[in-house]
């Protein structure tokens, strides 16, 4: 037999979450078509000696809807070994639009998407298809997010919907569900998500399980509340019939930590019920969002001023590092006064990393066996990220599985590709077996590792050897060779 690309002499951990095994791995066009002790020639070989082959890393939660676009190359997720993308998270994302979601948008999205280009298009069809002419490095999968949908039908109007604007708004949705989205997203902490009721979400979600598909969300509050949103979130996957993805399950603020052990717990009897739930996570105590976000959900008030951190602000650049304590220092004003007037004007778009969680409960929700791994990396141009950007998949396997042992590493491995290809029905994804795309991570067990930090946060992790997509080898010896053989993933409504 003849390959096309021959991987030999690497451990291979299929994503299953079955032992590894040493063997050679045959790719032939897009596929890979043999997995085992494999003689044939080949027109480039790999060698892999005490390396690990996996298939490609699926982040499950990415905010590069634009990015995709505007840096296709996404050199700060295929160096961390990720081939898919799941956008549209948190209920927000490229499509559908019309001006008043455009105008929205545009207020606040460049520091969390990054440039977003022309932005012209207007149903989710067409920005599909934007995305098909235009291929990144890497596939992606996407979900429709509400606020564009409650934009399209509510325009910024902060009131309950009729029942002829819920059907308006269910006909968005299977607009996009028709054009191949994986599913619906929420961000029901977020305006204008915050506005809408259970009932509201319960009547797109329907129209989200028609089509087997997945209703993702950020939940209405992470903080004092995060059971009665878990609640929600369960009832919303129960009335509906879609299946559920709770995004970033953390419990936020010190006087909740402890109550992920209650939140798993009722994810796990709604799993006894029959419901298909799970939840995603970044390996980080610190979560990030927009400053005015966090002011306008209660979240500032109550946080400690060094656990506040700019990220990336429009306003004084210099204040991108420092955290709100070490900006009243530096100015000599109030905390309140500082947040305002960071907040004011272009600050709409500042971006902060707050430090809320505990490391304990971090442990406890990636240690859950229907635990996936999301980044939630905001790709902004500017500033300093979190380092969940570049380093969410490096630090899982370096941190989480290598040093402190939390998990081992097929179930590591299991969580970042297997796992979540069944849950987004990505057809022929997230295994290494015959027949599969050719979506492999080539690493390195031993060093591979997540190296940014808050102050420097653009550092691509060490041990990454190769990533190949769809068969064409993208990242050579950790470089970049500038191709970008991604695909738009449509939806399978037929299942895997
Ligand atoms: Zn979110
Ligand atoms: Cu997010």
Known sequence: MRYDIVIRNGTIIDGTGQPSVQADVGVRGDRIVAVGSLSGEASQAIDAADHVVAPGFIDVHSHDDFALLDRPLCDFKILQGVTTEVIGNCGFGAAPA????RNFLRGFGPLLFGPMGDFSWETTAEFYHALESRPAAVNVA????????RYGVLSDEKREPTAQDIERMQALVQEGMDA????????????????AQTEEVIALAKVVAEYNGVYATHMRDEADHLLDSIQETIRIG????????????????????????????????????GLDISSDAYPYTAGSTTLAALVQGGVIERAAPSDVLIASTPVQHEY????????????????QQTVAELIAGEGESTVAVIFGMDEADVRRVLAHPTTMIGSDGIPSVAGKPHPRLYGTFACV????VRDIQLLTLEEAVHRMTGLPAQKFRLRDRGLICDGSYADLVIFDPQTVADIGTYQEPRRHPPGIHSVIVNGTVTIEQGRHRGTCNGRLLRHDAAGI
């Open 180 to 195: 191949g989205a994986a599913g619906m997203s929420t961000g029901l902490f977020y305006a204008p998500g915050r506005y």
């Open 142 to 149: 996407c979900l429709i997010p509400h606020a564009a949908v």
């Open 238 to 273: 129960e009335e509906s019939g879609a299946g559920v993805q709770i995004s970033h399950h953390k419990a936020m603020g010190r006087t909740n930590w402890g109550k992920v052990r209650d939140s798993l717990a009722l994810v796990e009897q709604a799993q006894a019920r």
């Open 98 to 101: 019309n001006d008043a979601y």
């Open 320 to 335: 991108e590092g420092k955290t709100l304590e070490d900006i009243c220092q530096l100015t000599g004003k109030s905390l």
């Open 397 to 400: 396997l370096g941190k989480y």
